[in-house]
């Protein structure tokens, strides 16, 4: 094609400038055609914003623009022509062709201006694409019937989210097979992509397009969440559900909505971190936008206020994760950041500094290591001094614990086998050093598998299902640790093993279990004998260090890890365990040999 035939980009002037097309009418096969406009966001005429699916980034296919060729790929052009009126023009806007995805330097841009361009369209259109198995109809009739359900429990609420049932098991709806188009519906591929996420977040109204059948956005979400809420049966039955962030983030927009399934403050709020944490999962084609996805739109959040970032894609992704660390550090003086380390033993290599979130690398396996609600752990006067950065070195409060002097093998990423709990234990038995209490040794091994992370349901199932567990490994072992035997078997009554195996079989994934040389016990992924656990002030966890040869107080962080304290925990004259070396009720580190003061993190 003669290069004047071509569609030719012009350049964007400075500030809030964008373009946006107006699609000519047309139907079936005719050829695309459009016209490309340029303007101030706050002067366009009323558009609509495209979410779809980029996938193979091959452009072989044609749209006329201003009367020129412009190539695009597949998947848009078949959304454009779903979304093709017959008789009528319709203003879009479309990333695709609206930013010259060749030029970086609009690209950083216009990627700023995203949050403002959705927010400003009247409305946002979600393509899934083709209904390839005629599962649209049923999904949606579904939605739109749980919808019903859902409104009607709302008028006759009086109070809060207690007053929204559960859904009665006996309900016919929790065997109807039209669950299985729903299910059909989330494994669109639309719901693998990131960049989606901030697309149907800022929507003023999403309408979810499928095939040749519609419904709007809150509506899936609202069924979303019932799921899992009010439903959870479904879920599990159907394999139901898309990724968290979506209905974390329309319930955070709408937090009226939420509060009649769940009184839980911390469901409301999603801060930047968390939302880059749980964006790990999903498909990015290019690592810088593992941060630009979702920068703007937090925009009016706490965790967005005052970083002054702005999208650069002529840097390579290091340098953008070391600059949005640094600044938000900086900005927050927080070191909150430290708590989405997690290091493989190559990725310590790079060019990174350790103190660094790779936000490019998926987990491995397992959970994390600790819970947003938890508190952050303080030094000895219960305070958190502000961390500070010189180049590529974070220099933290800390206190450097003890030296690790055992670490067993990665336990598998499923299917964790008892012998490889009692395996464990066993290796552990040789080493005669203990800071915990006579009798509570083996009770501090089984609490450490679970790290602290305790499940929502009734609390005393969960003692009881621990107790049958804790006797059921004990007797594997040989019983040569002395247990209080008398406690564990009544406490053990009514309690059911494969409760408290079925949560560890998840909590304990990858991760490896360590001791060190007083005897403390912990969980964590990436360690090895020699390393160092210690207490980073301000972190929500205790972390793994490895020290810098040469270097004076210099470690490379490892990551975050789970210790068990070794003061009882007594409640209404009972037993209850122990908790995180750290907390509050467990800071006898106070009491030990060890010295607060600066370490530098590289």
């Not at 959304?79 to 970086?104: K, M, T, Y």
């Not at 660390?325 to 909150?336: C, G, H, L, M």
């Not at 793994?544 to 003061?567: F, N, Q, W």
Request: proline content about 5%; glycine content about 6%.
């Amino acid at each position: 094609m003669a290069s004047g035939q071509e569609y030719q980009y012009t350049g964007l002037s400075p500030g809030p400038v964008f373009r946006f097309l107006i699609l000519q009418p047309g139907q079936g096969k005719e050829t695309l055609k459009c016209s490309i406009y340029t303007s101030l966001l706050n002067e366009a005429p009323d558009y609509e914003a495209v979410s779809y699916v980029w996938g193979l980034r091959t452009r072989d296919q044609t749209i006329m623009c201003n009367g020129k060729a412009l190539m695009i790929t597949q998947s848009l052009t078949k959304v454009l022509h779903r979304l093709r009126l017959p008789n009528d023009p319709r203003v879009l806007w479309a990333d695709s062709i609206c930013i010259n995805q060749e030029d970086n330097a609009e690209k950083g841009h216009q990627v700023g201006l995203m949050a403002n361009i959705y927010l400003r369209a009247k409305r946002t259109l979600i393509c899934m694409g083709d209904d390839t198995w005629g599962h649209a109809k049923a999904a949606f009739e579904m939605i739109e019937e749980v919808n019903l359900r859902i409104e009607e429990s709302c008028k006759r609420a009086e109070g809060p989210w207690a007053m929204f049932p559960p859904l009665n098991p006996q309900d016919p709806i929790t065997g109807d097979t039209r669950w299985n188009s729903v299910a059909a519906l989330y494994r669109s591929p639309w719901f693998g992509r990131g960049w989606v996420v901030q697309e149907a977040w800022l929507a003023r109204e999403g309408l979810v397009i499928w095939g040749q059948h519609e419904t709007r956005w809150a509506k899936l979400m609202r069924v979303d969440v019932w799921v899992v809420w009010c439903a959870p049966s479904c879920s599990r039955t159907f394999n139901l559900g898309s990724p968290a962030l979506h209905w974390q983030g329309y319930f955070a927009r709408h937090q009226n909505e939420m509060s009649f399934f769940s009184d839980f403050e911390g469901s409301k709020d999603l801060n930047l971190l968390s939302t880059l944490e749980g964006a790990r999962l999903l498909g990015l084609t290019d690592p810088r936008d593992r941060i630009y996805a979702f920068l703007e739109m937090l925009e009016s959040d706490n965790g967005r206020k005052g970083l002054q970032l702005f999208p650069n894609y002529e840097q390579n992704f290091f340098k953008v994760y070391e600059e949005f660390a640094r600044t938000y550090i900086r900005t927050k003086r927080s070191v909150e950041l430290l708590d989405y380390v997690q290091h493989v033993e190559h990725t310590l290599d790079a060019e990174l500094p350790s103190w660094v979130p790779r936000w490019d690398l998926q987990p491995e396996a397992g959970s994390r290591m600790y819970l947003p609600i938890w508190p952050a752990l303080t030094d000895r006067s219960s305070s958190i001094p502000d961390p500070s950065t010189t180049d590529s070195t974070l220099s933290v409060r800390a206190v450097v614990l003890d030296s690790v002097v055992y670490v067993s093998k990665a336990l598998p990423a499923r299917d964790i086998p008892r012998e490889d709990i009692v395996d464990i234990w066993k290796a552990i038995a040789h080493f005669e050093a203990s800071p915990y209490p006579v009798l509570c040794r083996f009770h501090a091994y089984i609490e450490t598998l679970y790290g602290g992370i305790q499940p929502a349901h009734d609390l005393e199932v969960w003692r009881r299902a621990q107790a049958a567990y804790l006797l059921d490994i004990h007797r594997n072992c040989g019983e040569t640790e002395p247990i209080d035997s008398q406690y564990w078997v009544e406490t053990a009554k009514g309690g059911e093993i494969q409760v408290y195996n079925s949560l560890l079989q998840i909590l304990l994934r990858g991760k490896r279990i360590f001791l060190t040389r007083c005897g403390l016990l912990g969980t964590t992924y990436t360690i090895r004998k020699g390393d160092w656990c210690g207490i980073i002030f301000g972190c929500k966890t205790l972390s793994i260090l490895r020290k810098v040869e040469g270097i004076e107080k210099s470690y490379k962080l490892l990551g975050p890890a789970h210790v068990t304290g070794t003061t009882p925990q007594i409640y209404k004259d009972r037993f209850r365990g122990f908790t995180m070396l750290g907390w509050k009720e467990s800071k006898e580190w106070t009491e030990w040999d060890v010295r607060e003061g600066a370490i530098n993190l590289h």
